[in-house]
């Protein structure tokens, strides 16, 4: 569990800043590098840090990388003597976690990420993670043959302004639906909806894998469209540090990114290994795992210079979306610089 210190600095954020909803700032509020040195002195040392993740196979790359070892191994030379991982279910409570302080990386949907800098969160994304990955799962007993199948239902999904809830939103629009008005999309966790569909109280869940493997293998739904038939080629998670880290701590940021590289690569080579890895950090059986893998449509990435495009292209969905009223572009919320250090 996250620190008591998140849970007080959460209560004060969502009383003070709405990080899902329209209500935002009209710009970045975030302090700037010659403000914060003023107000803060730079640490001289960094011994632990606090890496935020979800349980899902998007984000394998660091339960490979932790579960491997291969943090202590690069980042001991650096002082750090200890990471401490915190999983969280979806975007929202990570970023406000983040905001206040409690983690230093955090492998997180693009969305929620652009959502929080919006209302002042003091962070970067230097690495890409991985691209689609996620699945509409219509419960059994519905019949579906188009979009327009969907008009009436009650469809599950992450909190308003995550990757699931602003692609599920703008194919809906795409397709002539109204998201406010045509069916009804509630908000959930991965292991509510999975819940909820089993239980027949919602009739479909849009969530990342392996969540949809594990309702076709309960029996109470098929898997209908792949996220990549709504987006196609979308940036879905990325790994962002905290602007303290990037600042004062740059050395360390860069062998972070490398771990993140070269963790994603060993996955790609050994899924069956990575399976086993996330299945001890998480309540998915291994062979549900690597069931997903092979039906899902998502893709393993670590460059941050392919994802610029399509990250902006969230804060502009956003926008519309009514999510943010902030003008962000790719400079706002992605540093390539650790990236074209490594390969330059």
């Not at 975030?30 to 914060?36: F, H, I, L, R, V």
């Not at 492998?107 to 929080?116: D, M």
């Not at 009436?152 to 809830?165: C, M, N, S, V, Y």
Request: glycine fraction near 8%; charged fraction near 20%; proline fraction near 6%.
């Amino acid at each position: 569990m996250v620190k008591k210190s998140w849970i007080f600095a959460s209560l004060v954020l969502i009383c003070g800043l709405v990080l899902l909803c329209g209500c935002t700032s009209t710009q970045n509020t975030a302090p700037s590098a010659g403000d914060e040195a003023k107000a803060k002195p730079a640490d001289t040392e960094k011994t632990t840090l606090n890496i935020g993740y979800q349980p899902s196979d998007h984000q394998l790359a660091f339960m490979t990388a932790y579960s491997k070892g291969m943090y202590n191994e690069s980042l001991a030379p650096l002082g750090v003597k200890e990471v401490i991982p915190y999983s969280f279910p979806t975007g929202a409570p990570e970023m406000q976690a983040m905001m206040a302080g409690d983690i230093d990386f955090a492998y997180v949907g693009a969305a929620p990420f652009v959502t929080a800098v919006a209302t002042g969160l003091d962070a970067k994304i230097i690495g890409s993670v991985q691209t689609q990955g996620s699945s509409l799962v219509l419960r059994n007993g519905l019949n579906y043959s188009a979009p327009q199948d969907l008009k009436g239902l009650t469809i599950a999904t992450f909190p308003a302004g995550t990757i699931q809830d602003t692609i599920l939103k703008t194919w809906l629009k795409e397709q002539g639906i109204d998201p406010e008005k045509d069916l009804k999309i509630v908000a959930m966790g991965p292991g509510d909806a999975v819940t909820a569909i089993m239980a027949g109280k919602i009739d479909a869940a849009f969530l990342p894998s392996p969540s949809p493997v594990s309702i076709e293998e309960a029996g109470a739904g098929e898997i209908i469209v792949q996220s990549g038939e709504m987006s196609p080629d979308h940036v879905c998670c990325v790994l962002v540090a905290s602007g303290p880290m990037i600042r004062d701590h740059p050395e360390v940021v860069e062998e972070v990114l490398q771990i993140h590289q070269q963790a994603t690569e060993f996955n790609k080579q050994n899924p069956e290994q990575a399976a086993e890895y996330m299945a001890k950090m998480t309540s998915v059986n291994a062979s549900t795992i690597m069931k997903s893998l092979k039906e899902w449509d998502g893709h393993w990435v670590s460059d941050p210079t392919l994802i610029e495009k399509s990250v902006s292209g969230y804060a502009d969905e956003q926008a519309k979306l009514g999510y943010i009223t902030a003008n962000l572009t790719a400079s706002d919320l992605i540093d390539t610089s650790f990236w074209k250090q490594i390969h330059p």
